[in-house]
């Protein structure tokens, strides 16, 4: 036997308190509608479900490979999501702090939501298929680094104990932190070759959930600031605006990467920037609603030492 | 004495200014009839916080060897916070660039208030000199041609279907 395998047994108590939540929710009409995961077609796959009727309830699982972020279909699919009423959505931790993020640019109420939290020991990793054991080497990147297994401030977060969880190597710091020790000419050399890849799918914007502009700035042509063309002067401008516009908002999902067709790693940038900006600002995503994010707020005393 | 004139490299360096304090700043300087190299192409913005990182990526691509963006000082400018807002922006903008590996020696910030003409001279002065003294910026601008047909029209498949003509 594997000495890594996680414990993830959690995850059966999880279910079925989500499903009895969801049953209770949905009869009492506490909530018109609930945001989760259900098992998909392919062996031990899920994918994200939206349930109106205390029927489907039993529909809603919790597995390692539910992995998706639902906090995205709260904001641009929020049409498809019928209106009136609250909003039931299981979350991780990880989607909490974009969902707490979301509520902080007032495109969420917290009143309009009902959350059902999960406590989370960790999910699969987008490479490997999904019905494989989860261990300390299919474990997705971002959990790794999770700091938020257990959600706070959920309505719902059913009793369980999380199991004792190793200490994994962090695979993103270890990774920035090489990168940032090579010489300027090879980091430009190894994005340059990442961005190569990028095909402009967009998909890494579209499954964001801070991406909600109803005109993404790369779509405007009148001025075109950035070429929408998949060739590399449009993809490394298209990747640094995006990670910009997600410095301090960015919740670290990591959907982003996980949706690139390409094996960018996105989130890799956004890592980056949520280090700088915890050292620049003190601003770390998290539970807590902030009305106004690092960047839309400063002190006076802000460091301008890079400024003559 | 058939020696061809070489060219020395002439940095090309584009300044974001506020209108407010550094272009006024400038115009001081023209009017005072301080001297400061004419590299640098000065575009005029409403505030520094008008300015979007995005321009500078984009000046970048179409061949500024250097970027300056100067506005008013802190607490002094005319949309009361604009200045703070890009100061903020443009730390954070600076750590990203220099993860991607761009040479940050080429980037310069600075406050140049409405009466500093001989500050902007030396600001100016400064940037262009560093920057002669690195060199064309040839990142972008590799991306920016990539862009473009390579123009290389000798490869044995193109010439074997031209003479199939």
Known sequence: MNIHVLDKSIYTAVTEAIRSEATRLLTAGDVTVIVGYAAARRKGSAQPIVITSSADADKLIFTPACVNNLAVYLTKAKKEIPKGGKIGIVVKGCDLKALVGLMGESQLKREELYLIGVPCVGVLASTVQPATELTAETIASKCRECDAHLPSGCDLLPNVVLPPMPQLEGKYSAEIARLEALPPAERWAFWKEQFAKCIKCYACRQVCPFCFCEQCLCDRNKPQMVDTTPRPAGNTAWHIVRAMHLAGRCAGCAECERVCPMDIPLNLLNRKMAKELKELFDYEAGFEVNEKGPLSTYTEKDDQSFIK | ?165
């Open chain 2, 1 to 165: 004495m058939n020696q061809t004139t070489q060219h020395g490299f002439e940095p090309k360096i584009i300044a974001f200014v506020c209108t407010w304090c550094t272009y006024a700043g400038a115009d001081l300087a023209g009017t005072s009839r301080m001297q400061y190299p004419a590299n640098v192409r000065v575009l005029k913005f409403p505030c520094t916080g008008r300015i979007d990182p995005v321009f500078i990526l984009k000046a970048f691509q179409q061949g500024a060897d250097g970027v300056l963006v100067s506005g008013c000082h802190p607490g002094d400018c005319h949309y009361i916070a604009g200045n703070f807002h890009a100061r903020r922006r443009f730390a954070a903008f600076r750590k990203l660039l220099e993860f991607i590996g761009v040479d940050l020696s080429r980037l310069q910030f600075s406050w140049v208030s409405a009466a500093e003409g001989g500050k902007w001279v030396e600001v100016v002065t400064d940037l262009t000199e560093k920057v002669r003294a690195m060199g064309p910026m040839v990142e972008f601008k590799e991306l920016a041609l990539e862009e473009q047909w390579s123009g290389v029209i000798d490869t044995p498949e193109l010439k074997e279907a031209y003479n199939a003509i």
